[in-house]
C-alpha cells in the first residue's frame, strides 16, 4: 500500500501548489468554462502572488497529500469564516470553512478525498469547531454525493462568477458535535 502523507503548507511548498491548484480546477471544470475565461481565472485566483496572499491571511489554513512521494491533493480550511451572505442566519460558532478540497484525477478512487476530510475533521477537532460548511458548484453532483455520505446538508447558495459565466454553489454543513 502507498503511504499518504499530508502537511501544512509552506513557503518553500508554494510552487507545488499552485501546479496542484491550477491542474485540479482545470481537471474538474476545464470542461465546463470558456478557455478565456478559465485562464483569466487561473491567473487571477490559483497564481502564486494570489496564493501566497491567501496563505498569509489569519485562520488560513492550506495542506498538501502526497501519495507516496507524488503531490496528489490539497486542502484548504478558513477558520472561523462564516458565509458571506450577511442576509443568511449565522451558523453555530465556532465555525471552520472547508473552501477548497482536490485530488488529481488520475489519483482519484485511493480514498485521497477521504484521508483530507480525515484531515479537515482533526483541525477541527484541535480548534474546537461546532460547524463545518462549505460550498460545492450545483453541477457536480460527485463532490456532492460525497459530502453527503460525509453528513453534510445543503442549507443555502451562492452565485460564483468565473469570467463571464455565473454559476450556483450549493452550501452545504456538518454539524461536528
Known sequence: MTDIVIRPVQPGMLDTLVQLEQQTYTETFGPVYQAADLN?????KKSLATLQ???????????ILYYGNTPAGFLKL???KQPDDAARTLLPTPVMELE?????QSLQGHKLGKALMQQAYAVAQEHGIKTLWLGVW????RAFNFYRREGFEHFSEHSFRVGT?????????????
Open 53 to 63: 496572499q491567501e496563505l498569509a491571511q489569519p485562520g488560513a489554513l492550506y495542506y
Open 40 to 44: 483569466a481565472f487561473l491567473q487571477e
Open 165 to 177: 459565466q455565473k454559476d450556483t454553489d450549493w452550501l452545504m454543513k456538518k454539524q461536528l458535535y
Open 138 to 141: 450545483e453541477h457536480n453532483t
Open 78 to 80: 478558513n477558520l472561523g
Open 100 to 104: 477548497k478540497i482536490y485530488v488529481l
